[in-house]
């Protein structure tokens, strides 16, 4: 992507508002947290203290909106202590402009580590940098910095207690995650209708499979509909594509087809009805009609061989989802809580355990190529040189500048530029609005902390979507709060504008100069997806050379781990994408093109996986060397990708062929999966295959392809007016 269209990429998203993403309730009780602290500190002590413990409230408020699968109340709580502790250290180093430089940069670069456990973990901890920065103007001594900070914690204890007394939609989080599933596979399901090779998104049921890891204490309270029906929803997944692929399951055409069709269709309405039962805890009754077509008349029935054993095994796993559908999510009984089942809840630690794995990640970042140490090491240097440039500066607040950088940069490009225009755009705007108030109405400190309150409420409803839009109240917040504290308003239009540009254009630069770009890691993570694939294929084709010794433990761990690198590489896919340089080694029809070839390899996997024998069965040798052959040389052809060598499958041909001459090749499902999955390797060659040469060529023709584009396009804007937006890909 070229700078024009990445920026311009940039601008769309950052105004783009989808409804389906606000939340105005939880928006309402963040709001009125803001609102409590600012009016008990009005009424017990005064408006320039009720100006700085109102950012308390609000960053705590803020936090709770991060897409995290804990209980809000202790996202907030945590939040809380984070920015107590920030506000009271940095208070103490305030007074030497070296040491505080150092505590600083310190604070800066551990916040940058913490996205090492997740968007949230880095989130908030960027947070307490900016209330670091903010907090410390305020205090005048060491006691009134411990009681700022204390009544800064209070802020998160506002905002837990509105939690616990005000719930809104209980579980909501994890029902959605388990409901999307649900309705991943409906849609897959539906899709396979009409092309039977469809592709599954993995995407909803990794979700599903976080939000099913719970602490102890969740799991006791955890809803029944909660527990159980997601292996369901997994187990369905290769049952439908076996039933619907025309090689594995029924004819391309014929009456045959036209059941699995039927099939397909009843059941994506019974997956989709447990869906809405999850999703809104109340029974979802399924037609009659598509009960009638789940039936399995054992005379009249149509399909035959290994089609007719998929189709039972889908009416017996959509009888067991109807009862889910039919619950309507009842509350968790002695008799079926969690764990006392064959299956055991997914732990999760609690915060306190969380430290140790949370130090362990943060340190298996410390090099130069990860990403999140580059981004730590931005996040120092913006923070340090932003303070030095607003204290110098004849501006005022100058803390402004640094602000603006920390929370701006991201670990990746499009969200560090996406949020530099979006905050300067919002700031200009919400800025210009609030100052227009405030020379109309001319508000005394009451009325100030009310239009605070409001452009809280506002920033909250937009926290997940339209960054530009949301930063406008942002800085509409700022402004009336610190009017209410006695700022005038010609104190922080030009200032907060000029810094807050400043600070963006430290972030972006920060960036160019030190970046940490995914597109020359793209072979990296395409060669990490295929050879987890590999993992997996070969633990499904082991089940069939050891059927007694058969563990489906084995071939769910390698499951789980080709859909982890399968995440890695289309998130360094869609984030290469956005990116303005281009991967000398793989063009975008390569990626597309690898991409096909290791997608159809777990796919005859996940065929084969649906008619593994039973234990009970023969044993089958060949699928043994051809599984042993199979993850050596993808394990191979993943290093070779790394180096740059053109991968081979010379082990893995052998295997087949050895395999086609064996009595044990008169399994028609077992030998026609290894054989699909030989046909996927050879794809996979021919896509990254290429020699340096032809590789350069392809580059090249890109390059003026994409010229010759460009210029045709400023002609044709030059005749017609402006172009239309590009289109939405989400």
């Not at 099913?212 to 809803?223: G, K």
């Not at 020699?691 to 210029?711: F, G, H, N, Y």
Request: neutral net charge.
């Amino acid at each position: 992507m070229t700078w024009l269209r990445a920026l311009k990429e940039i601008v769309r998203t950052g105004l783009t508002i989808e409804r389906t993403r606000l939340e105005p309730l939880v928006a309402l009780r963040a709001a009125a947290g803001v609102a409590i602290v600012i009016g008990l500190a009005l009424w017990l002590v005064s408006p320039a203290y009720a100006a700085s413990t109102a950012f308390g409230a609000f960053s705590a408020g803020t936090a709770t909106f991060q897409r995290s699968w804990r209980p809000r109340k202790v996202i907030a709580l945590a939040a809380g202590v984070g920015l107590a502790l920030s506000t009271f250290l940095g208070y103490l180093a305030a007074g030497h402009i070296v040491p505080f430089l150092l505590l600083l940069a310190a604070w800066s670069f551990l916040a940058g580590m913490a996205w090492a456990a997740g968007p949230t973990a880095g989130i908030v901890a960027t947070a307490t940098v900016g209330i670091m920065l903010v907090t410390i103007t305020l205090p005048t001594s060491v006691e009134q910095a411990l009681e700022h900070a204390v009544v800064i914690a209070l802020g998160g204890v506002v905002q837990a207690t509105l939690i616990l007394l005000f719930p809104i939609r209980r579980w909501g989080a994890h029902r959605d995650a388990l409901a999307d599933a649900f309705a991943g596979v409906a849609d897959y399901a539906r899709r396979l209708r009409h092309d039977p090779t469809a592709t599954f998104d993995p995407e909803p049921m990794m979700t599903a499979r976080d939000a099913a890891a719970v602490t102890p204490a969740q799991a006791r309270r955890r809803p029944a509909a909660l527990h159980g029906p997601r292996g369901l929803a997994e187990r369905i997944r290769p049952v439908v594509a076996a039933l619907a692929d025309p090689q594995v399951g029924a004819p391309a055409e014929g009456p045959e087809r036209d059941r699995v069709r039927e099939l397909l269709a009843a059941a994506a309405d019974v997956l989709d009805a447990a869906a809405r039962s999850i999703r809104r805890g109340v029974p979802a009754p399924v037609r009659p009609q598509v009960m009638e077509v789940l039936r399995i008349d054992e005379e009249h029935e149509v399909l035959e061989g290994p089609a007719r054993q998929a189709a039972v095994q889908l009416v017996s796993l959509l009888g067991e989802v109807l009862e889910t559908a039919e619950s309507g999510g009842m509350p968790v009984t002695p008799t079926t809580a969690p764990g006392a089942g064959d299956t055991p809840p997914l732990l999760r630690p609690t915060i306190f355990r969380q430290v140790p794995v949370v130090l362990r990640e943060m340190r298996s970042e410390l090099h130069r190529d990860s990403p999140i140490m580059r981004h730590a090491v931005r996040l120092a240097a913006v923070a340090s040189l932003g303070y030095l440039l607003g204290t110098w500066l004849p501006l005022g607040h100058g803390y402004w500048a640094p602000i603006a950088s920390v929370m701006v940069l991201r670990p990746d490009f499009h969200q560090t530029y996406a949020r530099a225009v979006g905050r300067f755009a919002g700031t200009l705007v919400g800025v210009a609005l609030a100052t227009g108030v405030v020379q109309l109405a001319h508000p005394d400190a009451s009325l100030s902390g009310g239009l605070a309150v409001v452009s809280a409420a506002l920033t909250y409803l937009l926290m997940r979507t339209g960054y530009a839009v949301s930063q406008c109240f942002t800085a509409a917040y700022v402004v009336f709060l610190l009017g209410m504290g006695g700022e005038g308003w010609h104190q922080t239009v030009r200032d907060r504008v000029l810094l807050t540009l400043l600070g963006g254009a430290l972030a972006m630069l920060a960036y160019l100069v030190f970046p940490a770009w995914e597109t020359p890691r793209l072979l990296d993570r395409l060669a990490d997806w295929l050879a987890a694939n590999g993992r997996y294929a070969a633990a499904v084709v082991r089940g069939y050379a050891d059927p007694a010794g058969r563990r489906r433990a084995d071939v769910r761990q390698a499951l789980l781990a080709s859909r982890a690198a399968n995440a890695a590489w289309r998130k360094a896919l869609d984030r290469a994408k956005q990116e303005p340089v281009r991967h000398r080694g793989l063009t975008r029809r390569q990626a597309e093109d690898a991409d096909e070839a290791v997608e159809s390899l777990g796919r005859a996997a996940m065929l084969l996986e649906t008619h593994l024998p039973e234990r009970g069965a023969r044993p089958n040798p060949e699928a043994a060397r051809f599984a042993e052959a199979l993850e050596a040389d993808t394990a191979q052809a993943a290093r070779d990708m790394r180096e740059r060598r053109n991968p081979d499958w010379d082990r893995v041909e052998e295997a087949l062929d050895a395999w086609e001459g064996a009595e044990s090749a008169l399994d028609p499902v077992a030998r026609l999966g290894a054989e699909l999955q030989v046909q996927a390797l050879e794809e996979l060659a021919t896509a990254v295959g290429r020699t340096p040469l032809e590789r350069d060529i392809e580059s090249s023709r890109l390059e003026r392809q994409e010229r010759a584009e460009k210029e045709e396009g400023s002609r044709r804007e030059g005749d017609t007016g402006p172009a239309p937006p590009p289109k939405d890909e989400g």
